[in-house]
T-cell receptor
């Protein structure tokens, strides 16, 4: 049973527009969420995170929104650039002891079209 | 500075052989993690070290899998008597401390024929 779900395997966006990547989770014990970006032949690279005590975290062009009641988070990229084309993984971590384990979604492949 | 490195990057082996996958974490990082990633999936947790101590091995699929980190730095994931179902990307990550951001290496792609 997938505890972290990224239901869109792929997304295409025009350069300069907003990219919105979505992630849903089922485990109510998750209290910390991360987005990783992965280019081909490389490992996942940390992008941005959010704690469950917040509903928004912004870093430059990247903003993550968390809706705890809906168990949903999203990553917004504005404006999208061709270099943003990559696979984006949503990950989550439980609070308390044993909270080092990251649970990942299957990823969403973003293509930004010039 | 240097990131997490893994070797070999690719490993092809025959069923029944043993393989050893190496991870060299970021210098000074005390926490080290192994994950396995099947095609089209996200990474799945295998095991975790804090310094040289293996704190959690709950994700190791069976007793053919083992890991060590004898000096609290480099780690080796060993798979004995490999099977075709072991074919996957094996990823290592490290963090400066247990609850800090995990940084991933490029992975070792294992193919068992």
């Amino acid at each position: 049973d997938q505890q972290v779900k990224q239901n869109s395997p792929s997304l295409s966006v025009q350069e300069g527009r907003i990219s919105i990547l979505n992630c849903d989770y089922t485990n109510s014990m998750f209290d910390y969420f991360l987005w990783y970006k992965k280019y081909p032949a490389e490992g996942p690279t940390f992008l941005i995170s959010i704690s469950s005590i917040k509903d928004k975290n912004e870093d430059g062009r990247f903003t993550v929104f968390l809706n705890k009641s809906a168990k949903h988070l999203s990553l917004h990229i504005v404006p999208s650039q061709p270099g943003d084309s990559a696979v984006y993984f949503c990950a989550a971590r439980e609070g308390g002891a044993g909270s080092y384990q990251l649970t990942f979604g299957k990823g969403t492949k973003l293509s930004v079209i010039p | 500075g240097a990131g997490v490195s893994q070797s070999p990057r690719y490993k092809v082996t025959k069923r029944g052989q043993d393989v050893a996958l190496r991870c060299d974490p970021i210098s000074g990082h005390v926490s080290l993690y192994w994950y396995r990633q099947a095609l089209g999936q996200g990474p799945e947790f295998l095991t975790y070290f804090n310094y040289e101590a293996q704190q959690d091995k709950s994700g190791l699929p069976n007793d053919r899998f083992s890991a060590e980190r004898p000096e609290g730095s480099i780690s080796t994931l060993t798979i004995q008597r490999t099977e075709q179902r072991d074919s996957a990307m094996y990823r290592c990550a490290s963090s400066s401390d247990t609850f800090e951001t995990q940084y991933f290496g490029p992975g070792t792609r294992l193919l068992v024929l």
